[in-house]
């Protein structure tokens, strides 16, 4: 039995604002081609398939065209809910999908509805996919307190009691979607926790002899049998620097192999550091790239935003890492802030932004364009 681990598809995503359709396209076409190639038995997608509630009608193709070519493949899909995705409108169709292969897991009911494999009548393995569990939404339905912990360890008390009492001896497999202790996140995760309420220790899924992790987006293992497989696509600067990959798990005996299947890099992007005049002087070696630049300066150069645009056509984000700030942010009461001419927000902005307090020039132009556009609308 072959399972290969993926999650965190987030079909529907831009990285700053740049469509991905067509990385998330050439990533589902590697994924059916890999599933096909390898022999795969079924595909696990631990949550977050969109990347939004409502997902647009091109990351919802993307999606059926996918589960379509695997399952015309013999390939099936088991598929819980993140916390991007919308367990109501995921879940639709999910009982008759199940027949054909398409196990979509997003209600709590779901939690007890198990995915033998290969087949009820003859299960080598069994699979739980875990929804997203909102400790705010389910805590006082399960009688637990108010954490990721305690909802977590209820969910896999109920899984623990199922599997036993069906499968007895069979190698357990849980997919959930969760931030598990000792994991090492990145910039582009929704944060589920406020002062650690939100992490869960990897005991929580003792007796598994796999747990497919999602949410986190990069890949990596937390035990040898407790797994991130990260997003297949890089939707941060910080997780690129990190090869993106798949998990193949066969079960041959008591203890699974697993195995990577590292994901090819579909887009190139790089953070470029250094000072100005290096970092403009080196534009050419990152024309095809999507980039960050983080200048070293000590003093902030003017228009140095302008200038690197010019140089590099994929800037996408401009950081200082040395150069000082204007001092301490100035702590305002409601009132106050409340009470800001137009002006004084123009001017704080551009302080914030450029480093610099704003020039007269800049403020006269500002003050001119709102009262020329207030003219416009009266």
Do not use: C
Not at 331 to 353: H, K, N, Y
Request: hydrophobic residues 40%.
């Amino acid at each position: 039995m072959r399972i290969l681990h993926t999650s965190d598809w987030h079909l529907g995503r831009t990285f700053f604002g740049v469509d991905q359709h067509a990385n998330q396209s050439r990533f589902l076409d590697f994924l059916v081609d890999t599933a096909t190639d390898r022999q795969v038995d079924a595909v696990l997608v631990s949550g977050d398939v969109y990347d939004r509630a409502i997902p647009n009608p091109e990351a919802m193709e993307l999606f059926d065209d996918a589960v379509g070519r695997l399952l015309a493949a013999g390939v099936r899909l088991v598929v819980s809910s993140g916390n991007h995705d919308s367990f109501v409108r995921l879940g639709v169709g999910r009982r008759q999908f199940d027949s054909v292969g398409l196990h979509i897991r997003t209600r709590l009911s779901d939690i007890t509805w198990p995915v033998p494999l290969p087949s009820a009548e003859l299960p080598e393995i069994v699979v739980y996919g875990i929804p997203y569990l909102e400790p705010g939404l389910v805590h006082s339905r399960f009688g637990v307190e108010r954490t990721h912990t305690a909802v977590l360890g209820w969910a896999m008390e109920q899984v623990r009691h199922h599997a036993g009492t069906h499968f007895p001896g069979l190698p357990l497999v849980v997919m959930a979607h969760a931030f598990v202790g000792g994991g090492e996140g990145s910039e582009s995760e929704r944060d589920i926790g406020i002062g650690g309420v939100g992490i869960a220790p990897a005991s929580v899924f003792a007796g598994t002899a796999y747990t497919a992790l999602g949410h986190l987006h990069k890949p990596q293992a937390i035990t040898p049998t407790v797994r991130y497989s990260g997003s297949p696509v890089p939707y941060s600067f910080s997780e690129a620097t990190v090869d993106k990959m798949m998990f193949l798990v066969d079960f041959l005996g008591a203890v699974p192999v697993v195995d990577t299947i590292a994901i090819p890099r579909f887009t190139r992007v790089e953070t470029v550091r250094g000072p100005i005049a290096d970092v403009l002087a080196r534009a050419v070696d990152y024309a095809d790239a999507l980039t960050a630049v983080e200048l070293t300066d000590e003093q902030r150069t003017e228009n140095a935003l302008g200038k690197l645009k010019e140089a590099y056509p994929g800037l996408l984000r401009l950081t200082y890492s040395n150069a000082p700030s204007l001092g301490p942010i100035r702590q305002s009461t409601p009132a106050q802030l409340a009470a800001r001419t137009d002006s004084e927000v123009f001017t704080e902005f551009i302080a914030d932004v450029t480093g610099r307090p704003a020039e007269p020039g800049q403020v006269a132009r500002f003050e001119s364009a709102l009262a020329a556009a207030r003219r416009e609308n009266a």
